[in-house]
């Protein structure tokens, strides 16, 4: 069992940028997967960005058109998203998750789940 935690979360204007850290506790292989998702009101969850502990090659959903960036720190057990740029349509609960590598955006190839922070862009 692995237990994931997120922070940054918070209200932001339009063109503004946060960074979103999830630092991680328990049991992580090389060949395990962690990912960025999001859940707005309405909405189904969706993958925003992925990457791999043991190779560090990251995936991107194609709507964020080079906006954000996933980084990770393995000896902190720690994983990043910074947000450049944010939009109203960014507003969302983002969650940070751990899984297979299978299909790396794709949320039920993902068994452990953070409890989330809330992102807010105003205008």
């Known amino acids: 069992q692995v237990r994931l935690q997120e922070t940054g979360g918070g209200s932001v204007q339009a063109g503004g940028s946060l960074r979103l850290s999830c630092v991680a506790s328990g049991s992580i292989t090389g060949d395990d997967c962690m990912g960025w998702f999001r859940q707005a009101p309405g909405k189904e969850r969706e993958g925003v960005a992925a990457?791999?502990?043991?190779?560090?090659?990251?995936w991107y959903a194609d709507f964020l058109r080079g906006r954000f960036t996933v980084s990770q720190d393995n000896a902190k057990n720690t994983l990043y998203l910074q947000m450049n740029r944010l939009r109203p349509e960014d507003s969302a609960m983002y969650y940070c998750?751990?899984?297979?590598?299978?299909?790396?955006?794709?949320?039920?190839?993902?068994?452990?789940w953070g409890q989330g922070t809330q992102v807010t862009v105003v205008e």
């Open positions: 990457i791999r502990r043991l190779s560090n090659s990251p």
């Open positions: 998750a751990r899984g297979s590598c299978d299909r790396m955006l794709e949320p039920r190839e993902y068994s452990d």
